[in-house]
């Protein structure tokens, strides 16, 4: 019977979690940026900023915690296109800046995602009462850094909920090259992502039944097995 319990405990958290992950972000547009994000709902969205580079602030909704995106163009190369050589130098030349406004670099790497490379760096100020993540990229002519900054140690929940946001994130498409008629691999990532644009919110109302229809499976899954279990012993 104890068993019987703890299969039917699992069952139901593998349901609330399912249910948890489709309510903990909102979709959110950028029209004059060409870009999309999805904001996790413990955050709310303040678009104004003195900064005319920024395109979204979100501020916690408890807590002393910010969420931006920011961008600027640029005339780099793009940073999933670049040696590991020059990623490095790039992330050097970050470190360097850090350092001028006070900030110190205590570590940094590199990120690979289905979009594109990120820079990942962690820095803190001088009496480390502000801590932040930013993630860093280059693409299609365009710098832009998704940041979270907060006032206390960026932990574990932290760095995931922030490569969530980042996982989110749908870019500009690129142009294809006048006169190419086959579809290369990039051109190919990009209409994906221009279709996931599009349908965000129809997957966002479907993911809904889905996960309580997964859950309402498993539970009957689990309780049909122990009934037969139960059955075949007497």
Do not use: H, W
């Not at 003195?50 to 920011?70: R, S």
């Not at 050589?85 to 900030?103: D, F, I, N, R």
Request: glycine share 6%; aromatic share 8%.
């Amino acid at each position: 019977m104890k068993k019987f319990f703890a299969l039917l405990m699992c069952a139901a958290m593998v349901f609330s979690i399912a249910v948890v992950a489709q309510a903990a972000s909102i979709p959110y547009e950028m029209e004059k940026l060409g870009m999309s994000i999805e904001i996790p709902d413990t955050f709310e969205v303040v678009t104004e900023s003195e900064d005319e580079n920024t395109y979204l602030v979100a501020t916690a909704k408890e807590g002393d915690a910010k969420i931006t995106v920011t961008m600027i163009a640029s005339e780099a190369a793009d940073l999933q296109d670049m040696n590991r050589k020059e990623q490095a130098q790039v992330a050097s030349g970050m470190y360097s800046a850090y350092e001028e406004q006070g900030l110190t670099v205590s570590k940094y790497n590199l990120y690979n995602n289905k979009t594109t490379s990120f820079i990942r760096a962690f820095y803190n100020n001088a009496d480390k009462t502000l801590f932040g993540l930013k993630y860093y990229t280059v693409l299609d002519g365009k710098q832009y850094e998704i940041i979270l900054e907060k006032n206390g140690e960026i932990v574990t929940d932290d760095e995931l909920m922030v490569r969530s946001v980042v996982d989110s994130a749908v870019f500009g498409a690129k142009e294809e090259p006048a006169g190419e008629t086959e579809a290369t691999e990039a051109t190919a990532e990009t209409q994906a992502n221009q279709a996931a644009e599009t349908t965000t919110e129809e997957k966002n109302d479907m993911v809904l039944p889905i996960a309580i229809g997964c859950g309402v499976l498993v539970l009957i899954v689990v309780v049909v097995v122990v009934l037969k279990k139960k059955g075949s012993k007497k």
